[in-house]
């Protein structure tokens, strides 16, 4: 197999598979998750204000006070990377022009420079993140292989992608079916891993937040 | 004409002076990357050189890359040095036909054996022995063995010697290969394209009279000089992609404004060659300068790859899993949720009321 075959398989077979398997584990979970229900809680509610499923799937994304001071490399390196990599997944041209085909949704790009910059800036992020994971030795004992692992297919198609447009190491040709072949991989373990948040995020923060609400827990 | 005449008195009967011989040589060395000294030594030893007689086997091809060599840049210096090679055995160009050829080019490998420049063009038929291109009552694949051994260089012409091109497509039904794929104990040299750069077949000619040797080549087999980069990073209209102003159309505003050809399936990004600096027809245009994308067509099997007005970063196939999957996907799940609500129920059913006097067991 040639590197063009090699981009060829990716961009045809190989995402094909991905695809499937992808919303094959996406629906799965979405209709196991969903529908386990909870047992009715029959103690009369509390009220706390502010304290709804709503208003927890916004604040949960800010830090509570005090926090982005005990541990300002997981907040910080955590919005670097997350914005980063949303910049750079769905304002690159060509991504767009993918999802385009895919959905028949689009919008407009950022400019190159300007994506590549945060290719650097979303790696360098998740470079820091992963060394406080390893230099804590609380974070180090409360993690897995999952977390080792989930870090590793999500860092791939990143690098991949920007050695692709920097001409790094390999023919661009290669380097393009590698970075396709990264996201594939990232596609198929997603569902079955603890990235499968994308989906389940705010779901969970609501639910959380309504059963605090419940309970009479300010939020 | 004479066997005998050397490039340099055929060149003055043209009407070419020398410093328009030393120029074309410089920008020859240029081309294949050669030190700015080489073009004097090239113009030297080619000039004093006899013409070498060239072999040149038509293979299953469509006589394109003849048409771009003999007629783009006629009567250009390139078509000049081609008419000074001594070109033994060209079915299209030459006068001679059916057996009077077929002894031309026997006389020719007799007379020159181990020294002759063989080019082929076209892919090799490999299917029924061979028996799907043959010339003369013989195969193409015994035609190139025996015309390799008395070969001093290998000149693979087009994509389809190349890389096996568009008679190696999908499904291939002749059993079409390249030459490399045949012939493995002679010095072989790509030139892909379809058709290829005519300067690029001088250059590498050129080279190989004044030097005695190939061009680098790159692993496909093809001159680093002319196939070290993408048509892409070479591009004028690159700005344009990095700004992120694509034509949707090859009528609409964008494709006016001649912006970047990428959303119609421009193969630049994955593509080798030379087209952006060279340019075709006499230093005029380039495919994408003419408002069309790059097909990619010197890349190995590039009449395979998705699609050419498709993106590089759109699927190649239509993506047929994604609906049953779906489908297998929510089945699955619903069925986890029954399996559980039925656990569940179980669990309920079989709970049982603890009461004090159980505890006082």
Redesign the interface.
């Known amino acids: 197999m040639?590197?063009?075959?090699f981009?060829?398989w990716v961009?045809?077979?190989g995402?094909?598979?991905a695809?499937?398997?992808?919303?094959?584990?996406?629906?799965?979970?979405?209709?196991?998750i969903y529908?386990?229900?909870r047992k009715q809680d029959l103690s009369a509610p509390r009220h706390a204000s502010g304290a709804s499923g709503f208003h927890t799937i916004f604040r949960r994304s800010l830090p509570p006070p005090g926090m982005l001071k005990r541990s300002p490399v997981s907040y910080i390196g955590g919005y670097v990377f997350h914005i980063g990599l949303a910049i750079v997944v769905f304002l690159f041209?060509?991504?767009i022009?993918?999802i385009k085909?895919?959905t028949g949704l689009s919008w407009?790009?950022?400019?190159?420079?300007f994506i590549d910059l945060m290719a650097v800036v979303t790696m360098a992020a998740m470079v820091v993140v992963l060394v406080d994971r390893i230099n804590k030795p609380v974070k180090r004992f409360l993690s897995t292989f999952e977390d080792w692992f989930t870090w590793t297919v999500t860092f791939l198609p990143v690098l991949t992608g920007w050695m692709a447009v920097q001409?790094l190491l390999l023919?661009?040709?290669t380097m393009?079916a590698l970075h396709i072949l990264s996201v594939e991989l990232l596609l198929v373990v997603l569902p079955f891993t603890k990235l499968f948040h994308v989906f389940t995020l705010f779901g969970s923060r609501w639910y959380n937040g309504k059963v605090n609400g419940h309970k009479g827990v300010p939020v | 004409m004479e066997r005998s005449d050397t490039l340099q008195e055929k060149m003055e009967q043209n009407g070419m002076s020398r410093r328009t011989f030393i120029k074309y040589c410089a920008s020859l060395a240029s081309l294949m990357a050669l030190p700015p000294s080489a073009a004097y030594a090239m113009a030297e030893a080619l000039g004093k050189a006899k013409r070498p007689s060239v072999i040149w086997l038509p293979f299953q091809e469509c006589t394109g890359c003849t048409e771009s060599i003999t007629r783009s840049h006629s009567p250009s210096i390139e078509g000049m040095i081609f008419d000074m090679i001594s070109l033994d055995y060209q079915e299209t160009l030459m006068a001679a036909a059916g057996h009077q050829a077929e002894e031309a080019l026997h006389a020719a490998m007799k007379e020159n054996y181990g020294k002759y420049v063989l080019i082929i063009d076209g892919s090799v038929a490999t299917g029924l022995d061979g028996a799907y291109s043959c010339i003369a009552g013989r195969s193409n694949l015994e035609s190139l063995k025996e015309a390799a051994k008395g070969a001093a260089a290998i000149i693979a012409l087009g994509s389809c010697a190349s890389f096996g091109g568009i008679p190696k497509a999908n499904p291939n039904p002749t059993g079409a290969v390249a030459v490399s794929d045949i012939i493995k104990d002679k010095p072989i040299v790509n030139i892909p394209g379809c058709p290829p750069i005519p300067v690029v077949i001088t250059g590498v000619l050129a080279q190989f009279l004044t030097f005695g040797t190939l061009p680098e080549l790159d692993k496909?087999g093809r001159p680093k000089a002319v196939y070290g980069e993408?048509i892409?990073?070479r591009c004028y209209r690159r700005p344009f992609?990095?700004?992120?102003k694509?034509a949707k159309t090859f009528d609409d505003e964008g494709a006016r404004q001649g912006w970047c050809l990428?959303?119609l399936g421009c193969k630049g990004?994955?593509t080798?060659n030379a087209c952006a600096t060279t340019k075709w027809n006499d230093s005029t245009s380039f495919p994408i300068e003419s408002g069309h994308g790059c097909i990619?067509c010197s890349?190995?099997?590039?009449w395979?790859?998705?699609g050419f007005y498709k993106?590089?970063?759109?699927?190649?196939?239509p993506?047929?899993?994604?609906a049953?999957?779906?489908v297998?996907?929510?089945a699955?799940?619903?069925a986890?949720?029954f399996a559980?609500?039925a656990k569940k129920g179980a669990a309920k059913s079989a709970h049982e009321t603890t009461k004090l006097e159980d505890l006082e067991k």
Do not use: C
């Open positions: 040639n590197e063009l075959q981009l060829t961009r045809g077979t995402l094909n598979i695809v499937g398997i992808f919303l094959l584990g996406v629906l799965w979970r979405l209709f196991e529908s386990l229900g041209a060509p991504h022009l993918l085909n895919l407009p790009a950022l400019p190159s420079q001409h023919p661009y040709t393009l | 496909l993408t892409h990073d992609y990095d700004q992120g694509f990428f959303e990004p994955v080798y990619g890349e190995p099997d590039f395979d790859a998705g993106a590089l970063s759109m699927p190649a196939d993506l047929k899993m994604a049953t999957a779906a297998a996907g929510a699955v799940g619903v986890i949720s559980n609500r």
